[in-house]
Structure formats: C-alpha cells, structure tokens
C-alpha cells in the first residue's frame, strides 16, 4: 500500500489510523488497490473509523465527485461482495462500512438536496443489481449459521437504510425491500426465543417502519404478510417485545413513586404529578415516553391488520425480565439504604400481560396533559383500544368472568378528590378495568385546553363495548354509575365552557356521542344490565341532573335558530337525540313532587326517590335508530396525517440511536466471536 511520512518524533500529533489514511486516498480519486491483490481482504480486518468515514462522504461536491465516483462504487461493491465470507471479522466490517456509507450518504442527500448523491454513486442499474445482492446477503445473515455480532450488525445496517430519510415513503432504497422481501427471516428470528431476546426490539421496529412505506399509495407486502402471519410463536414474540418495553416502563414508575413517598409523604402528595410530568419537552419522563412510541406504534399495526394477534393479548408474559435487585439499581456514589425502611413493592402491582400493560401504560400517559409528545402517545393508545373494541374475539376475551385480573390504574392528583392509598384493584374482567381507565379519563381532562380528539375517541370506545353488551346479552357486573356520572360531569363542562369552545371544535357531536350512550342505556339495558336496580339508579340519575340536560336543551335551541351556525346539522341530531330524557326527567319530576305532597316533605332521601321510581315506570319513549351502530375504525383518511407525523418521529427517533449503536460497535464482539476470528486469522 502506498507509504506516507512520519511524524516528528518530537511531534505531539497522533498518528493517522491506517484506515483512515486509506479513506482519505480513496477521497482523493486515487488507487490504493494498484499492487497489492490481497488489499481487501487486509482492508477488512481493519476496523472501521466510522467518524472519519462520515467526515469524508460530507466533504463531496458536485465538482469533486466525479474524480471519487468510481472508488465509491468499488468501495461499495466489495463491501457487498465481502458479505460472502466466513470470516467473522471481515463480515462485521464490511456491514459497518456500510453502515457508515449510508447513513452518511443520507445525511449529505438531506444536507444537499440538488445533489442526488445516491443515483450518483450507483446509477440505477448498479442500483438493481447491488441492492438485490445486499438484501440476499441480510437473508443469509439473519437466517444463517453467524455470529450473532454480525446478525447484530446487520439488522443496524437494515435500520439504518431504513430511517434514511425523514419521509419513509420518500425513501427511494425502501423499494428494494419490497421487492426483495425479508419477512420471513423476520418471523424466524421472533420464533427463536434466544435470538428474539437479543434481536427482537431491532426486528419488530424494522417492521412496523416497513409498514408504513407507501402504506395507502401501492401494495405493500410487509402489509400483506403481517396482516396474514398465523405463526403462534412469531406473533407471541411480537407481543412479548412490546409488552416487555411497557412493563419495565410501568416498573420504573412505580419504583420512582415508591422513591418519592419513601423520602417524604407529604411532599410526595404536593409534588408527585409536577415531578412525574412537566411541560418540558425535553424531560426525562417525556423522553421515556416518546421512546415508546415506536413499540405502541408496532401493537397499533398488529391489532390494527391481524386479528390473529388478538389472541396473544392476555397471554401471560413469562420471558418479561424481573424486577431489578437493589444491587442492580444502585450507582457507586449512592449510600447502600436501610432496607428495613425500605418501601415494600407488591408483584401484584406489575402487568402480567400485553392488554394489562397498555391499560396501566396508559392510566401513566394520560397524566401528562401539557405537551403534543404525550397528548399524541395518549391518542395512539386509544386508537389501539378503539381496535380492540371493535374486534369480536377480544371483547369476549375482556368479558369472560373466568378471567379476571388485578390492574393498578395511576390516577392523577386532583383538588377535588382524595387518591385511594391502596390504589390495586379488585380482580376483574379486563372490560370493567378498560371502562375504569376512561372514566378516569373523562373526569382528569375537563380543561380548559379541551382534548376533543381524545374525548371522541375515548367516548368511541365505550359505544363499542357497550355495542358488544348489547348485541351478545352480555351482563358485566360494574357500577355504571360512575360511568353515568363521569359523562354528566362531562356535559355540565360543555354546557358551562360553551362561549369558549364551541369557537375551537364541535361541542354538539361530542354531546351527541354522550346522549346517544344513555339513549342505549335507556332503550337496550334490559339486554345487559346485570340487575333491575342499574335501571333504577340510571333513572335517578338523570332526574337528580336534571338541571345539566334542561341547560342542554336550552343551549341547542339558541343554536336552531343561529342562521350562520356551521354545526346546524348536529345541532338538530342533537335536539332530536334528547326527547327521551326530556320526557322521563318531566314525568318523574312530576311524580316525585306529587309524593312529596301526599308526605308532607321536602327533601326526600335516595332511597325514597328510588322508590317512586319503582312505582312509576308507566311512561312512553320514543324507539331511536342506529344506537347500536357505530362507523367502524379506519386509518385512511381521518387519521392519515397523524400517524405519518408519528412515523416520522420514530424513525428520526430511530436513527438518533441507531448510529450511536454503530458508531460503538467497534469492540462489541463476544468473547466466542473473538475465539473464531483468532482462528480463521491463522488459517488464513
């Protein structure tokens, strides 16, 4: 290879890595090959200077770049070729090399946008026929008998080409997986548990991004293939990735609320939520939350196209890891505790399985309410559970009494409501656990920056479940009454913020969606109320809030007669949808006064309330259409923009770390794989 001068021995300057030298010469347009036939494989036992790598691909112009054109297509080409080999070290290598090559080939397309570096460097023909090589190449990889250093590699390598552009449909390399496929080496490696322990986080997000590339433009076969895998272990080892993120998420919680109320109960009661959730974007509670964005997205696809999936929800996690020790959790500079005061951590209180983890995950992010990074995780959970909903499997899955299961759902702090201590609950149906979470939701979030996408989705949910009820005659023993009071809370809120929101988004539909749910309460709990006394208790209900649906009505008959009104359509659904309880609050009111004139009194109890209207059932409402009917979910096209949004950060998200991972790799090796190097080293 060619020599180069030394520095002076009396220099301080660092001598050049020999590879960087050699970078340098090919950057230049020279030949460092020229005598020297085993110049590759030498090259490759060199490891790569990532950052050098990078530093040389950023200084290309337009000018410059024909004198380096051929030695990056060589550079290039070798490093496909030397995918080939048996050697442990050459292959690591030549899949780092690469790495570095397209993540800094991306990075100057981004930088220089009139500079189409990619075509440059390949031309399409090259382009074709190179790419279906690499991903032939990654097939063996992943599916071969490897280090798993080099499986590591290689899947980095994949992740890489795959977040190379913010817009993945705008990724022009992304077409090669599609016509070359690796679907099947994917379901391999999440069927294995020993590789799925170390690759599967890699192969479930590599998945979901894929997914999405030109999702509703043209025929995606990852689409296809998801929507149509039937493989029981590959879909459990999807599920076990995402549930796994979710539990430790929840553990590290629970640990930091332990923390808190161990150093200081009263301050943990003023402090708790500031400390767990501030508006900073840029915290470290966000940040955890914004990681999990990638996984919720990866469960969104799954329930969201295959419905074989459903099934692996409520499989209990056996692989998830198990708490940290307290050995494990400590730094050197912290004093050891004194464990005889420590706070002790109920098991019971950890998820047990994918559908319980979304439930307590959610319960956490739904606290959060001051910034877009959690208000649009919130939104990703409930369109989840809007999927969840609809699906028949899984609502007789989240009915089934024989299977219960004790949840801990967070609720935040608020002024007017004292947080139970003991906040596990009972062991119950996963549905009487679902409906706590939205009750909580509706009753934590009357604010005045009103999440109205969040309410008609969460209030979307509770239709659906309600729906199932009704059409299977299913009984859930649950105490609607806070349901009904959580949604009269609700309305009272719209009816007083009226002035403010009814100026940023639809108040009528949303009041519409609540009305329609009593109006199925009303006409169709015969079918799935457990007792006779849950109609009663509804009854009362209304009656006692009586004065919320007059103010109601009042409001909707000033917007009927508003010429310019641009919600004049849900505003007559709206005044039709309320006759019937119009008509039972007028005829019980009427009937409750008359008692209390035949007794004398003025303030009745419940229990003498209840009774009257026992006794006076004998009223006429009138039959309402379509209460059990509801549009089913679609992505396309209501919710199109928000989940490119969403995409899109997760693969910026991705590809922050990603290269950190690439750039470290250089020692990674395992001990085994060192063992083999040395070996073949010698052979050779």
């Not at 026992?614 to 059990?628: A, E, F, G, H, I």
């Amino acid at each position: 290879m060619t020599s180069r001068k030394r520095s002076g021995s009396g220099s301080s300057k660092r001598p050049k890595e020999k590879v960087v030298y050699i970078y340098e010469l090919f950057f230049r347009g020279e030949d460092p090959t020229i005598d020297s036939p085993e110049f590759w494989n030498e090259f490759f036992l060199l490891q790569p200077n990532v950052e050098s790598l990078e530093a040389e691909v950023s200084k290309l112009t337009n000018e410059v770049f024909p004198v380096v054109r051929d030695n990056l297509n060589l550079l290039f080409q070798k490093c496909i070729e030397m995918l080939e080999t048996d050697h442990p070290k050459r292959l690591c290598n030549s899949l780092q090399t690469l790495c570095s090559l397209f993540y800094a080939i991306f990075k100057k397309s981004t930088a220089d946008t009139a500079f189409d570096i990619l075509n440059e460097i390949f031309g399409y023909e090259k382009m074709d026929k190179w790419m279906k090589e690499l991903m032939n190449h990654c097939s063996h990889i992943l599916l071969g008998d490897v280090t798993e250093s080099a499986r590591f590699m290689c899947l980095k390598l994949l992740l890489v080409i795959v977040t190379g552009t913010d817009n993945v449909s705008q990724n022009v390399l992304l077409e090669y997986l599609m016509m070359h496929t690796l679907f099947d080496a994917f379901v391999h490696l999440l069927s294995d548990p020993t590789l799925r322990a170390q690759h599967g986080h890699d192969i479930v997000i590599l998945l979901t991004i894929l997914v999405n590339y030109r999702k509703h433009e043209a025929t995606n076969p990852y689409v296809v293939q998801l929507s149509i895998l039937a493989d029981e272990l590959a879909l459990n080892g999807y599920g076990q990735m995402i549930s796994q993120s979710l539990i430790d998420f929840c553990r590290q919680y629970m640990q930091s609320l332990s923390n808190v109320q161990s150093s200081s109960w009263f301050s943990s009661l003023s402090n708790i939520v500031g400390n767990m959730f501030v508006s900073d974007e840029g915290c470290e509670r966000v940040q955890q939350i914004k990681a999990n964005n990638g996984l919720l997205l990866a469960l969104y696809e799954a329930v969201h196209l295959n419905r074989n999936f459903i099934t692996t929800l409520a499989h209990t996690q056996a692989e998830s890891s198990a708490p940290p020790s307290p050995s494990n959790t400590l730094s050197l500079t912290q004093p050891v505790p004194d464990l005889a005061n420590a706070p002790i951590i109920d098991m019971t209180q950890y998820p047990t399985n994918l559908l319980v983890a979304v439930f307590q995950y959610c319960s956490i992010v739904m606290q959060d309410n001051k910034n877009e990074s959690s208000i649009a995780n919130l939104k990703l959970c409930f369109l989840i559970l809007t999927c969840i909903s609809e699906d028949q499997y899984a609502n007789s899955m989240m009915h089934d009494t024989n299977l219960t299961f004790k949840v801990m759902l967070h609720r935040a702090q608020m002024r007017h409501r004292k947080l139970h201590v003991d906040r596990v609950g009972k062991s119950q149906p996963l549905a009487a656990t679902l409906l706590d979470l939205l009750v909580e939701f509706i009753v934590s979030h009357l604010m005045k920056k009103f999440p109205m996408e969040l309410y008609l989705v969460c209030i979307g949910v509770i239709h659906r479940i309600l729906c199932y009820q009704k059409r299977c005659r299913v009984r859930l023993n649950y105490p609607w009454k806070e349901l009904w009071s959580a949604l009269i809370g609700l309305l009272r809120f719209l009816v007083n913020q009226e002035q403010t929101l009814v100026k940023k988004c639809n108040i009528f539909y949303l009041s519409l969606q609540v009305i329609n749910i009593f109006n199925l309460f009303i006409t169709y709990g015969d079918t799935f109320l457990a007792t006779t006394n849950s109609y009663d208790e509804l009854y009362y209900e209304l009656n006692r809030e009586e004065k919320v649906f007059t103010e109601i009505y009042a409001m909707v008959l000033r917007y009927t007669t508003m010429p310019d009104c641009e919600y004049k359509d849900d505003v007559i659904k709206l005044l039709n949808s309320l006759v019937n309880i119009l008509a039972i609050v007028k005829h019980f009111q009427n009937k409750i006064k008359e008692w209390l004139s035949e007794q004398g009194l003025s303030t009745p109890t419940e229990e003498q309330i209840l009774d009257v209207v026992r006794k006076n059932y004998d009223l006429t409402l009138k039959l309402q259409d379509s209460l059990d009917h509801y549009e089913r979910y679609a992505e396309a096209p209501h919710h199109t923009a928000f989940f490119k949004t969403m995409v899109r950060d997760v693969v910026i998200d991705t590809r922050k770390h990603i290269y950190g991972y690439v750039k470290e790799a250089i020692s990674v090796i395992p001990e085994q794989d060192t063992m083999l190097t040395s070996t073949t080293s010698s052979n050779t």
